[in-house]
T-cell receptor
Framework: QQPVQSPQAVILREGEDAVINCSSSKALYSVHWYRQKHGEAPVFLMILLKGGEQKGHDKISASFNEKKQQSSLYLTASQLSYSGTYFCGTQEARIFYNQGGKLIFGQGTELSVKP | EAQVTQNPRYLITVTGKKLTVTCSQNMNHEYMSWYRQDPGLGLRQIYYSMNVEVTDKGDVPEGYKVSRKEKRNFPLILESPSPNQTSLYFC?????????????FGQGTRLTVV
């Protein structure tokens, strides 16, 4: 079941903050976050595991609420380089234990950072 | 350099003419998969492979075939392409099917079927 991302699109000025949410109706084992710049391949940002800690690097961090099957990606003091489409990818617990690491991606959130 | 290589990057073909999109990785990864990306739908998995000679359907497998005869290669075959297969395709690989395994994506193949 495809996770639902919100918002679908967001426009920011440099230095502003943004939150992107990813929600699933299934019990999750992990959540991945990827960023795709226009015309390029998606690039891995981070993985959040069930029972794990909040992750982050630089000014991008994420959390995983296992009870709600939701993950949020936090972008603080946004830079022009943050522009792109952000995807969450989820590993459902049931599928993971039977079939391994199948990732199901959300529909994406388009982030535009303006000067 | 660790990478996933897809070919071709762009392809325009006619309905019904068989085609193959190649995918190769040089990281000795076990797990490989194919996705298609369409506006508003995100990345949807077509097929995946957990190892050599082990393949299975993803969420949108109709009209596609794959094979995994060698660990490094995972070609996507469209036996009889149709216009609804016009899309952007990505191949991805990861170390294994387990946790903590980030996916590495190829540069994509933009396919147009007329």
């Amino acid at each position: 079941q495809q996770p639902v991302q919100s918002p679908q699109a967001v426009i920011l000025r440099e230095g502003e903050d943004a939150v992107i949410n990813c929600s699933s109706s299934k019990a999750l084992y992990s959540v991945h976050w990827y960023r795709q710049k226009h015309g390029e391949a998606p690039v891995f940002l981070m993985i959040l595991l069930k029972g794990g800690e909040q992750k982050g690097h630089d000014k991008i961090s994420a959390s995983f609420n296992e009870k709600k099957q939701q993950s949020s990606l936090y972008l603080t003091a946004s830079q022009l380089s943050y522009s792109g489409t952000y995807f969450c990818g989820t590993q459902e617990a049931r599928i993971f234990y039977n079939q391994g690491g199948k990732l199901i991606f959300g529909q994406g959130t388009e982030l535009s950072v303006k000067p | 350099e660790a990478q996933v290589t897809q070919n071709p990057r762009y392809l325009i073909t006619v309905t019904g003419k068989k085609l193959t999109v190649t995918c190769s990785q040089n990281m000795n990864h076990e797990y490989m998969s194919w996705y298609r990306q369409d506006p508003g739908l995100g990345l949807r998995q077509i097929y995946y492979s957990m190892n050599v000679e082990v393949t299975d359907k993803g969420d949108v497998p109709e009209g596609y075939k794959v094979s995994r005869k060698e660990k490094r290669n995972f070609p996507l075959i469209l036996e009889s392409p149709s216009p609804n297969q016009t899309s952007l395709y990505f191949c991805a690989s990861s170390l294994s099917a387990g946790v903590n395994t980030e996916a590495f994506f190829g540069q994509g193949t933009r396919l147009t079927v007329v």
